[in-house]
């Protein structure tokens, strides 16, 4: 993700197949600058993702995998509407 204001690449947020999960399922990963963390920027991208692969692939679920130790993935809201 580059933010808009400096053109600065802040974060990054993909997807990909993950052993163990039935294709054409797919898992999400994403990290962000800590200079960039809880404004918003990884939850944005993660909904935008989603929505993406909800309308444009085959895809039927997405699994979600939280690091305990990782308090800051718990405040990611991945809500988004129905598809």
Excluded: D
Excluded at 28 to 56: C, D, M, P, W
């Amino acid at each position: 993700m580059i933010l808009k204001e400096t053109n600065e690449f802040i974060e990054f947020c993909n997807t990909g197949t993950k052993e163990g999960l039935n294709e054409p399922n797919r898992e999400i990963a994403y990290a962000v600058s800590k200079h960039y963390r809880n404004r918003g920027y990884t939850t944005q991208a993660v909904q935008g993702l989603v929505r993406y692969l909800f309308e444009n692939t085959s895809i039927e679920h997405i699994n979600a995998v939280l690091l305990f130790a990782r308090r800051l993935n718990w405040k990611v809201n991945c809500t988004i509407a129905t598809y």
